[in-house]
């Protein structure tokens, strides 16, 4: 058992002890899925997986917004970069993820005006730097992102050139999809920590209630997720599902109230479309009828036929289907450096952290 990676050896260990003892009393398969991409990161990162029991898989989930954003909307987005005036304002990572129509990146190449921001605050900057045009924000991510980028909306007003592309989705909504679909069977579920201090706990009352499986809200060090999956197991042997909180330093059972209220001030649900998982009934969210003229989608009227990137099975490794160097393009004709889906491209990206992490590990070229 190496254990080299860990800052406290002892604990880490412990825990791997007791996931072991706890897998040799389930007789079958188990299969976890970390809904999260910093938890996928941290698993591929620390070498978890190698250090999980025979019968224990661990997969990753929808958990990583780039990855989940459809091509139809990096089509609306290349459509607007397109546009005379317009200025796209993105987080990295949506820049190298291909669309029907090439990626963000080529666009720029091409001349179009596309700018990455660190922040959702960034835009405040731009807008006021860029007068006379059109600053178009991309806006996709979790419930985590989604009050920041309502914040920026109130304070957009001033500005006056500022619009929003929105694709925000929740990730509950998600997850009860997942479970419902038919060709997904899953033990357990590691819970985002990030979403669930927005959200508390209660929002997933569900995945034990109606699944009958655990859920564990887990923070992202190697060891909370090694804590989680033992928390897993145990409530596997003793057939007690229930969700818990195991990050409790930063999530409260109520979640963040205040950033909710934000984020309801400006956006309502409604269904949103995820790669792999397709339309779900109340995933997404849209900008409220007060706030509807801030709408970049009203300014496309180009209408794209969507082409998905050819031979890319990101679909399925959403939904923990498919280990990416099961995809056959994996490391061959996909890399991060020449990427064929967005969940190479992403840095929370499963296929991106097997490939940096865990080719070389599992002896894969
Ligand atoms: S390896 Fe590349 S092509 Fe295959 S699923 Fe991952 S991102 Fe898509």
Redesign the pocket.
């Known amino acids: 058992m190496n254990m080299d990676g860990f800052q406290d050896q002892t604990i880490a260990r412990d825990l791997v002890q007791r996931i072991h003892f706890w897998a040799r009393r389930i007789p079958r398969k188990v299969t976890i899925m970390e809904v999260c991409g910093t938890h996928t990161n941290s698993i591929s990162g620390a070498g978890l997986r190698g250090l999980m029991p025979e019968n224990v898989r661990l997969v990753s989930g929808p958990g990583c917004p780039v990855c989940v954003t459809p091509t139809s909307f990096l089509d609306m987005a290349i459509s607007l970069a397109r546009m005379p005036g317009v200025t796209i304002a993105t987080f990295g990572d949506l820049v190298r993820v291909p669309s029907s129509k090439g990626s963000l990146e080529e666009a720029m190449a091409d001349g179009c005006d596309v700018r990455v921001i660190y922040s959702p605050r960034d835009l405040l900057a731009l807008g006021k730097e860029l007068r006379g045009r059109r600053v178009v924000f991309l806006a996709i991510g979790f419930e985590t992102t989604a009050p920041g980028v309502a914040a920026t909306i109130l304070e957009s007003e001033k500005v006056g050139n500022i619009l929003f592309l929105v694709g925000h989705k929740l990730i509950p909504p998600a997850i009860e999809a997942l479970l419902s679909a038919e060709e997904v069977n899953l033990d357990g579920l590691i819970l985002p920590g990030h979403v669930s201090a927005i959200i508390g706990q209660e929002p997933y009352g569900f995945v034990s209630e109606r699944f009958g499986i655990p859920g564990v809200i887990a923070g992202f060090t190697p060891l909370d997720v090694l804590a989680a999956i033992a928390e897993i197991l145990q409530q596997l042997v003793f057939g007690s599902p229930k969700v818990v909180n195991n990050y409790g330093r930063v999530v409260r059972p109520e979640g963040n109230p205040r950033a909710r209220e934000v984020m309801a001030s400006v956006f309502e649900p409604c269904d949103g479309v995820w790669r792999g998982l397709g339309e779900i009934r109340g995933s997404g969210l849209r900008l409220r009828p007060p706030w509807r003229d801030l709408d970049a989608s009203r300014l496309v009227t180009e209408v794209v036929e969507t082409v998905e ?1 050819k ?4 679909g ?2 959403l939904k923990g289907l ?1 280990d ?1 160097p099961e ?5 061959l ?2 890399t991060p450096e020449g ?7 992403s840095s929370e ?3 991106g952290a097997w490939y940096r992490n865990e080719r070389i590990r599992g002896g894969l070229k």
């Open positions: 990137p031979g890319c099975r990101c399925d490794v498919l990416p995809c056959p393009l994996f490391g004709h996909c990427p064929r889906g967005p969940c190479m491209v990206g499963a296929c």
